[in-house]
């Protein structure tokens, strides 16, 4: 496993670039995943969690973390990316484990009628995301989504994710256009977005 | 099509790695909620605004080593504004480019949408005049956002009305107002009427940056998107019947009139030239097999 403060591996033009087209690409179809994981086949528990922090992130923005487990991930952003810790309900990036409940999560900024974009990205970190339904398993969450960037209906499992976030970031999204973001991502580097225009069901 | 060594002393695609990543977490916004302008700040060019910087911004904040660019302004890949646009970016980052639709990952456009059908892993970057679709109503942006907000097009219905009663019809061309996702009123750019069904439920991807206006917007694909229109006085499209193209003889395509300066006859030809030639390729090589 990689360290966390090693980010040799990571080109800030050209890695952040690619990580970005494939985020862009799951934000405009929710549900459909996609691969950060490069050759190496890399797995590590913060690993791709850092990569969309380094995309995203820089001195302009904020963010917060629900939760224990989060400290080095603090100081790793603030000096690697500039980027300044706030509270959950002020922060343009809000940072969680799936599997923990988080009730602070119901603070996040919803943005206002006016300026429905200053809504935040939550980024959820989860053990892993498959397409389909796909619960042999027993322990994942089947999600379907509807709405833009969905022909009819996409399913996806999630591994690792709580019911009570759902049920959060349900009620957070449920005035449209206020409501946030969130990009699933998994400690394997599978990648999935349900922005705030999907309806959402799970089983 | 051309391979250049890229222009050593400036960042790839030109902007600095910060304006990037504040233009993608806007773009990012901008696809979360179909049809609302995402404020930004634009950032200052080697082309002037007004120019095609908003879209010139999204396309450096896109492009990587891999994609395959496509630059067309009018339907033309040859035009002033298009040439000058893909010269900077091949300059800034040695992709590859191409004419045909069909081939390229990232097309940047002035005013169409290419004739050829668009697929999932292509995207469409407009570049885009004005935003805002109720300026015509309202002069003040703090009201206009205010009317967004609140879902409030009334003034806009009222003016689309108006028209009826003074001409007859909807005299809006280019820059037909469209409901996306039944939520926002959205200015698709100045495309004709003829390429405003294209963005219902679509394949792509489509984005829209307005750099002088300072906003981007975008429509995910399968996204509803519907021209506002009366139930008696339906949305249309211009009306080319009996007419086709003088170069590659299409029927159904967008047509530009052309106007002999001399003797004042009119012809039509494609406004998509690099399909308009392709056709006339493809009729070549079926005549030679023949």
Not at chain 1, 52 to 60: F, G, H, I, Q, R
Not at chain 1, 81 to 104: C, H, N, W
Not at chain 2, 87 to 98: M, S
Request: glycine share 8%.
């Amino acid at each position: 496993m990689k360290e966390m403060w090693d980010i040799s591996w990571f080109d800030p033009v050209y890695s952040s670039q690619r990580v970005f087209r494939q985020l862009l690409d799951c934000m405009a179809r929710p549900g459909k995943i996609a691969e950060l994981r490069g050759g190496e086949g890399e797995s590590g528990d913060f690993l791709y969690v850092v990569a969309l922090a380094l995309t995203l992130m820089d001195e302009e923005t904020t963010f917060a973390t629900l939760g224990p487990g989060w400290e080095e991930f603090v100081s790793f952003c603030k000096f690697y990316t500039g980027s300044r810790p706030a509270a959950p309900e002020q922060a343009d990036f809000v940072f969680i484990d799936g599997d923990r409940p988080g009730p602070e999560l119901i603070q996040v900024r919803r943005g206002n009628l006016l300026f429905p974009d200053q809504g935040a990205t939550v980024i959820c970190r989860v053990n892993a995301i498959y397409p389909g339904a796909f619960q042999s398993a027993g322990e994942g969450i089947v999600l379907r989504l509807r709405g833009p960037g969905v022909p009819g209906e996409r399913e996806l499992t999630v591994a690792g994710l709580a019911r009570e976030n759902l049920a959060c970031l349900e009620k957070l999204n449920s005035e449209f256009p206020l409501g946030v973001d969130t990009i699933l991502v998994s400690v394997q580097g599978q990648l999935a977005c349900i922005p705030r225009s999907s309806g959402m069901t799970w089983c | 099509m051309r391979e250049k060594k890229v222009q050593s002393g400036y960042n790839f695609a030109f902007l600095d790695e910060q304006s990037k990543k504040e233009i993608r977490r806007r773009m990012l916004k901008a696809v979360a909620i179909p049809g609302y302008q995402v404020p930004f700040a634009s950032r200052e060019l080697p082309i002037a605004r007004g120019w095609g910087t908003g879209g010139l911004q999204l396309t450096m904040s896109l492009i990587g080593p891999e994609d395959i660019l496509k630059v067309i302004d009018q339907g033309s890949d040859d035009v002033v504004n298009a040439v000058n646009i893909r010269k900077l970016l091949v300059l800034t980052t040695g992709v590859r480019t191409t004419e045909d639709t069909r081939e390229a990952t990232l097309i940047q456009t002035r005013h169409r949408i290419p004739e050829e059908p668009l697929e999932d892993w292509q995207i469409l970057v407009f570049q885009v005049p004005y935003p805002e679709p109720l300026r015509r109503v309202e002069p003040s942006e703090v009201k206009t956002r205010e009317m967004h907000a609140e879902a409030d097009y009334s003034r806009l219905w009222v003016y689309l009305y108006e028209d009826i009663v003074r001409w007859g019809e909807i005299t809006i061309g280019a820059q037909y107002p469209v409901m996306v996702n039944g939520r926002y009123v959205m200015d698709p750019s100045p495309i004709p009427r003829w390429d405003v069904p294209r963005l219902n439920m679509a394949e792509t991807l489509y984005l829209f940056g307005a750099g002088r206006e300072k906003r981007i917007y975008a429509v995910p694909p399968h996204t509803r998107v519907e021209p506002l229109q009366f139930t008696d006085y339906p949305f249309r499209v211009e009306d080319f019947r009996c007419k086709q193209c003088a170069l590659c003889g299409s029927v159904d395509t967008y047509l530009d009139e052309i106007i002999d300066d001399t003797t004042g006859a009119r012809r039509y030809i494609c406004s998509d030239t690099a399909y308009c030639a392709k056709r006339r390729r493809l009729k070549e090589e079926a005549g030679e097999n023949a």
